[in-house]
């Protein structure tokens, strides 16, 4: 269960042995200005992480090959990111999706990417909204649905919670 210390900004993960009846720490990350991890297993068994950063303005990237007790360093994924959150779904098909706010300055665009190669590459993106006349669109929440639809909730000007299938 990736999760965070929000006055740290550090990235931690809780692991359960009993189908989530009691969890235990299980291990944190060096990088200590990170929050709102999300994670996917690789199919080599790694974990990746993509986390938002606060004051970085990109969004940060670390691996783990024993399922979560350590973290490599910490290191910037090249992709935009002004200080908000992030979200990331390992899809049915193997591919990669990333919810995210495409820009250094701003919540405007709400992106959507596409890895082939699970989080190395960012090859395909499309935005969800790019009005920022309507305000910003923040905390997304991405997901795919048993029937292959992916679903993205999130923040729409900051007053209403905005829906997208596709």
Not at 98 to 110: E, I
Request: proline fraction near 5%; glycine fraction near 8%; charged fraction near 25%.
């Amino acid at each position: 269960l990736p999760l965070y210390d929000e006055t740290l900004y550090r990235p931690q993960s809780m692991i359960s042995g009993d189908n989530a009846k009691t969890w235990k720490n299980w291990g944190g990350m060096l990088q200590t200005s990170a929050i709102q991890p999300s994670i996917i297993e690789r199919s080599d068994g790694t974990l990746f992480c993509m986390m938002r950063d606060a004051g970085r303005k990109d969004i940060w990237q670390s691996t783990s090959a024993d399922m979560g007790k350590t973290w490599k360093r910490p290191e910037l994924s090249g992709l935009p990111n002004p200080d908000a959150a992030t979200d990331m779904v390992e899809l049915a098909n193997g591919h990669v999706a990333l919810a995210y706010n495409d820009s250094y300055l701003s919540r405007v665009p709400l992106t959507v990417a596409l890895s082939e190669d699970e989080g190395r590459t960012w090859t395909y993106k499309r935005n969800l909204e790019t009005d920022a006349a309507r305000g910003e669109y923040s905390y997304p929440a991405i997901i795919q649905t048993p029937d292959g639809i992916i679903h993205v909730t999130y923040t729409y000007g900051r007053t209403r919670i905005k829906h997208a299938a596709f």
